[in-house]
Every structure is written in structure tokens, then in C-alpha cells.
């Protein structure tokens, strides 16, 4: 484990997979109970690092989706929550569930009953009523960006076919 030292994030999930094996091995027999001796390893800390998007990949990823959107290269939806994402500076989980029955365009606002911080309410940018008020909506379906894989969805979606990998070469 010294030798991982300087990678703490890959040390740990190692010392986490073993510790895992040893304590099946525990449960299915294999070894005495609290034989395993992973129990008293401590995990090495771990510093979040924090990562902005540059104005070089920005533009990449916006011509990325002009383009994807124009020639049909990803589904409507998975555009939509991306473009989303940005306008509100929000986690991609937000975007994910995010009701119609939350969206006020009159009053150019969208909150959130609950979200990882609480519930909170954010304004919509020109950018974002427009991208609401042009949006595909599968009947039935609550959500503005529906899941387009669910086999239990009885909504109505047809996923348009992908060239390549989504968003491949946005980031430099």
C-alpha cells in the first residue's frame, strides 16, 4: 500500500476491494470471523479536486451539440439536459429529475422540491425559457428529460441512432 501512496484514490478502492474479499470469505466460511486483516488498515485521505470546464471545451461542446442536434447524432433529450445543466449550474442528477410541475415559465422560474442541498429555486436566462419552451415531451411522462432507456416506460420514445461515442474529442 506504500507504494500507492501517492495515488490515495486508487489505494483505497483497492484496500476496499480486498477488505470486501476477505470479509465474504468471512461470511461463506472460508476464514474465522474477524480474521480479516484489512480491518485496522487505514484508508489514506483523499483531496477533492475540483475541475472547471475551459472556454476551449465549452465552445467544443456547444458545436458538439449544434452539430449532434443537427444531423441527429443523440437523442433529443440527452441535448436537452446537457444545454440544461449549463444554464442552471446545476448537478446533472438535478437535471435528471426535474418535473415539469416544477417549471414556472411565467414567472421565469424552476424549483426544486428537493435537491442535494435542500430545495431550492433558480431563475431561468432567456436561454433556458427558450430551450423549455421548445422541448419534446413524451406523454405521460412527468419528467422534462425522460429517461429514453427504461424498458418499464410505457411513454413513448423513439431514440434517434448515434455515430460514435457521446461527446468524444469536447475534452482536449
Known amino acids: 500500500m506504500k507504494k500507492m501512496a501517492k495515488t490515495p484514490p486508487n489505494a483505497n478502492r483497492v484496500l476496499s ?8 470469505a468471512e461470511v461463506w466460511g472460508l476464514r ?16 477533492g479536486k475540483t ?24 437523442h433529443p433529450f440527452i441535448l436537452l439536459a446537457v444545454r440544461l445543466q449549463f444554464e442552471f449550474a446545476a448537478r446533472m442528477s438535478e437535471i435528471l429529475k426535474l418535473e415539469w410541475a416544477w417549471v414556472d415559465l ?23 425559457v427558450h430551450l423549455l419552451e421548445t422541448a419534446p415531451r413524451l406523454e405521460r411522462s412527468p419528467y422534462v428529460c425522460p429517461s429514453i432507456f427504461d424498458p418499464n416506460c410505457r411513454c413513448r420514445s423513439t431514440p434517434t441512432p448515434r455515430a460514435g461515442g457521446a461527446f468524444s474529442g469536447v475534452r482536449g
Open 51 to 74: 475541475r472547471l470546464i475551459t472556454d476551449g471545451e465549452l465552445k467544443r461542446l456547444y458545436a458538439y451539440l449544434n452539430k449532434a442536434e443537427a444531423e441527429g447524432l443523440e
Open 17 to 24: 476491494a480486498v477488505r470486501k474479499m476477505f470479509n465474504m
Open 106 to 128: 411565467d414567472n421565469r422560474r424552476v424549483a426544486w422540491p428537493d435537491s442535494k442541498t435542500g430545495g431550492m429555486s433558480k431563475p431561468m436566462s432567456a436561454e433556458a
Open 32 to 47: 474465522t470471523d474477524g480474521s480479516n486483516p484489512c480491518r485496522h488498515v487505514p484508508k489514506f485521505p483523499e483531496r
